[in-house]
């Protein structure tokens, strides 16, 4: 692994995101996230090893301007990792669809297309998208975010088939994997109930699989599922 090539993760200022930028940069990956804003406690404790660029995928022009400053940077991918969401309820209305839709659609797909100019064509090239285990279920709750999820999962597909052989891209589409500091005890009881293994792995579980498609020279336009055998339980 050459120090040259880098791991682009979007959205990684946090939770998953975050803790796969770190275990890249300490296998020696130069590593870039994006986040729309950077974290108060990163004034006291600095990342190591990853660069921080501020980029607001929620309009064509935010994602336009990172295109260009990442351009710029003339960086060489190893890997492109599309982990920026937006988790938004219905009742907020078209405003939260539209803007669900640049992050987890517009976004992905300008920057894929931009992609081909930033892999080495000699050697290994990934891309992965973050779905979502509801995005082949559907939510009555959460019909849009469950919409953008599935939209990106066919992006995954047509964008597979015009990047081989030379980049492979795939999806892995996680269900629970971490709880959030205010989930209730009652919560929490009902989220683990709804796995056949009922367990909260953490975001290794989420860096193994990425590890996993990123090592296996054979698999491309693929969903890999990570969700406890949830599609078990009825």
């Avoid at 998953?16 to 990163?42: D, K, N, S």
């Avoid at 336009?64 to 991918?77: H, N, T, V, Y």
């Avoid at 056949?196 to 290794?204: F, M, R």
């Amino acid at each position: 692994m050459s120090i040259e090539q880098t791991i682009l993760i979007t959205g990684g200022a946090q939770r998953v995101g975050l803790h796969c930028a770190q275990r890249f940069a300490e296998a020696g990956y130069r590593v870039i996230i994006t986040c729309r804003a950077p974290r108060a406690e990163w004034e006291h404790t600095p990342l190591q090893g990853i660069e921080v660029m501020l980029a607001d995928f929620s309009t064509q022009a935010g994602i336009e301007s990172f295109i260009e400053r990442l351009d710029r940077r003339q960086a060489r991918l190893r890997a492109l990792i599309h982990n920026a969401s937006v988790w938004l309820d219905d009742s907020t209305g078209a405003d939260a669809f539209q803007q669900m839709f640049m992050v987890h659609l517009q976004a992905p797909y300008l920057i894929n297309l931009a992609s081909e100019r930033w892999f080495d064509q000699e050697g290994p090239a990934d891309i992965i998208h973050m779905t979502d285990f509801i995005a082949r279920q559907g939510s009555p709750r959460h019909i849009a975010y469950s919409a953008t999820k599935a939209a990106l999962e066919n992006l995954t597909l047509s964008f597979a088939s015009r990047f081989a052989p030379s980049v492979k891209v795939n999806s892995i589409a996680p269900a629970l994997i971490m709880f959030n500091e205010g989930d209730s005890p009652e919560y929490r009881k009902k989220a683990l109930s709804k796995s056949a293994l009922g367990i909260v792995p953490g975001p290794d579980v989420v860096f193994q699989a990425v590890n996993y498609l990123m090592n296996n020279p054979y698999v491309t336009g693929t969903t890999l599922d990570l969700n406890g055998g949830r599609h078990l339980k009825r």
